[in-house]
């Protein structure tokens, strides 16, 4: 039932086509819009859009091991809607810090307190996919990794805490 779910949020290429070209015919004429105007990011754990349908979608879009771990944590779909709905672009989700980090306790020379003071302003993106045609013919992880700072606003809001930088550990 979730993969069906999964399958029917994926934009064909014709959709996904008509979407772009929405942009680029705009700049044509010196209109202004941004595909970003289109562009919406959902929390994941709500009714339409529960976590166990985030989980499918990357169980079903990426063969990356996952593993969340403790902490803070939220996840989001980025699409856009079109005549058939909300047509998903890409996935991801951001997590707590790492408690310890050599590499990046060591660029930023933090202290043990310090870091136990400061880690919190530090946010994870620990998952950042695109969907498919989107991801490969229009370099949609970039545009997914860039969108992500809606997110940031309702990470701020909701833990209350004033997020500095967005790390990644997904390269590794």
Request: glycine share 6%; aromatic share 10%.
């Amino acid at each position: 039932e979730l993969l069906e779910q999964v399958k029917n949020l994926l934009p064909s290429n014709n959709e996904l086509e008509k979407w772009w070209h929405k942009g680029v015919s705009a700049k044509v004429r010196n209109e202004d819009y941004s595909l970003f105007d289109d562009v919406e990011v959902i929390e994941a754990g709500t009714k339409n859009y529960p976590n166990a349908l985030w989980t499918a979608v990357r169980i079903h879009c990426s063969s990356f091991e996952a593993s969340e771990g403790p902490g803070r944590g939220m996840r989001s779909f980025v699409g856009f809607n079109n005549e058939n709905g909300f047509r998903l672009l890409g996935f991801f989700s951001l997590h707590s810090d790492s408690h310890t980090l050599a590499p990046r306790d060591d660029h930023i020379s933090w202290t043990t307190s310090q870091r136990s003071a400061k880690r919190e302003h530090l946010v994870n993106l620990n998952t950042c996919i695109a969907t498919q045609p989107f991801g490969y013919n229009r370099l949609g992880g970039k545009f997914v990794s860039l969108i992500q700072t809606e997110l940031i606003k309702k990470w701020e809001k909701k833990y209350d805490i004033k997020v500095v930088a967005v790390i990644t550990t997904s390269l590794h």
